[in-house]
C-alpha cells in the first residue's frame, strides 16, 4: 500500500522569495513516480513537476525543484521567486510502477503575499 | 497543447437520480482514471480503464458506479442512484501509457440535494 503525507496544512511567503513544501511517502514498491500538483481556486489539477524513483538527479522545471531523498522517503518542493500566480493548494501523490492510480497527501494551501 | 476536458462544469441533482459525467481524454492517451475530491479533502482514485475495460478501481466504486467509453473520443462516469454523500468534484484524467503522466480535466462538481 502506498502512503502519502503532507505536514504543513498552510504556507506563506512573501513574493519573490523562496518557499519549500514538504512531502513524504511511504510505498512497498521497488520503483515508482513521485508528483507534485497545483490546485489553483479554479480547483484544476495541474502537473507542477515529476520525478521518477530510479533517477537520482532532482527534477526542475523552471522556478519549480524538487529534493528528492529516496532513503528518507522524502520529496520536497522548492519554489523559488515566488510569484502571486503561485498562491494554490499544493498536492504531493506517488504512483507504483504497475500501478494504475495516483495516492494524493492532503495537500499544503500556499499563500504568496505581496 | 491537447487538454483533458469534462462537462458538465457544474451538475445539481436531487438525491436518487442518476447522473453522467462526461470526459473527452486528450486523444492520443491510452489509460483514464475518474477521481473525486469532496470538499476541504484529499483527492481520491476511483477507478481506471484502459482496453475498454476498468483495469482496477477503489472500495469506494461500488455498484452504484460505473464507466465507458461509449466512443472513441468520449469517457463517462455513471452513478446510478446519487446520495448526499456524492457530493464532490469528479476530476477525469487521462495518460498514454501506464507510467506517464496523468493528466486531469477542470473537474465536474456534483451537488446532490
Known amino acids: 500500500a502506498q502512503t502519502v503525507t503532507q505536514s504543513q496544512p498552510e504556507m506563506s511567503v512573501q513574493e519573490a522569495e523562496t518557499v519549500t513544501l514538504s512531502c513524504t511517502y511511504d510505498t512497498s514498491e521497488s520503483d515508482y513516480y513521485l508528483f507534485w500538483y497545483k490546485q489553483p481556486p479554479s480547483r484544476q489539477m495541474i502537473l507542477v513537476i515529476r520525478q521518477e524513483a530510479y533517477k537520482q538527479q532532482n527534477a526542475t522545471e523552471n522556478r519549480f525543484s524538487v529534493n528528492f531523498q529516496k532513503a528518507a522517503k522524502s520529496f520536497s518542493l522548492k519554489i523559488s521567486d515566488s510569484q502571486l500566480g503561485d498562491a494554490a493548494m499544493y498536492f504531493c501523490a506517488s504512483k507504483g510502477e504497475y500501478g494504475n492510480k495516483l495516492v494524493f497527501g492532503a495537500g499544503t494551501i500556499l499563500r504568496v503575499k505581496s | 497543447e491537447p487538454e483533458v476536458t469534462q462537462t458538465p462544469s457544474h451538475q445539481v441533482t436531487q438525491m436518487g437520480q442518476e447522473v453522467i459525467l462526461r470526459c473527452v481524454p486528450i486523444s492520443n492517451h491510452l489509460y483514464f482514471y475518474w477521481y473525486r475530491q469532496i470538499l476541504g479533502q484529499k483527492v481520491e482514485f476511483l477507478v481506471s480503464f484502459y482496453n475498454n475495460e476498468i483495469s482496477e478501481k477503489s472500495e469506494i466504486f461500488d455498484d452504484q458506479f460505473s464507466v465507458e467509453r461509449p466512443d472513441g473520443s468520449n469517457f463517462t462516469l455513471k452513478i446510478r442512484s446519487t446520495k448526499l454523500e456524492d457530493s464532490a468534484m469528479y476530476f477525469c484524467?487521462?495518460?498514454?501509457?501506464?507510467?506517464?503522466?496523468?493528466?486531469f480535466g477542470p473537474g465536474t462538481r456534483l451537488t446532490v440535494l
Open positions: 484524467a487521462s495518460s498514454r501509457g501506464l507510467t506517464d503522466t496523468q493528466y
